[in-house]
Nanobody
Framework: QVHLMESGGGLVQSGGSLRLSCAAS????????MGWYRQAPGKERELVVN???????DYSPSVKGRFTISRDNAKNTVYLQMNSLKPEDTAVYYC???????????????WGQGTQVIVSS
């Protein structure tokens, strides 16, 4: 069973920074694709950044140069460092793992409960 738990959200002023954490259990963050998504009120959930097992991150254009994803394999945890935050970054942020279950490539996506980020103007 895979379990993901986000933490680190909160209220911050425009231009400030936050660091989100995603602690995983039941599967490896180094051997599976990891991603951060966000969903603002009244909007669809969108991809913020994806990092595959190869380690090359793919960022949404809206966060490039401001957000950085990283992995601590020993702690089985991924992080999202968010700098130069803008009011439009306000959303619930979700951690996700694409869990590979066999050599044929079968998989399923696991989600955390989400953590709220509010950026004031």
């Amino acid at each position: 069973q895979v379990h993901l738990m986000e933490s680190g959200g909160g209220l911050v002023q425009s231009g400030g920074s936050l660091r989100l954490s995603c602690a995983a259990s039941g599967s490896s963050v180094s051997r599976n694709d990891m991603g951060w998504y966000r969903q603002a009120p009244g909007k669809e959930r969108e991809l913020v950044v994806n990092i595959p097992s190869s380690g090359i991150a793919d960022y949404s254009p809206s966060v490039k140069g401001r957000f950085t994803i990283s992995r601590d394999n020993a702690k089985n945890t991924v992080y999202l460092q968010m700098n130069s935050l803008k009011p439009e970054d306000t959303a619930v942020y979700y951690c996700s793992m694409l869990v590979v279950i066999n050599v044929e490539g079968a998989n399923f996506r696991s989600w955390g409960q989400g953590t709220q980020v509010i950026v004031s103007s």
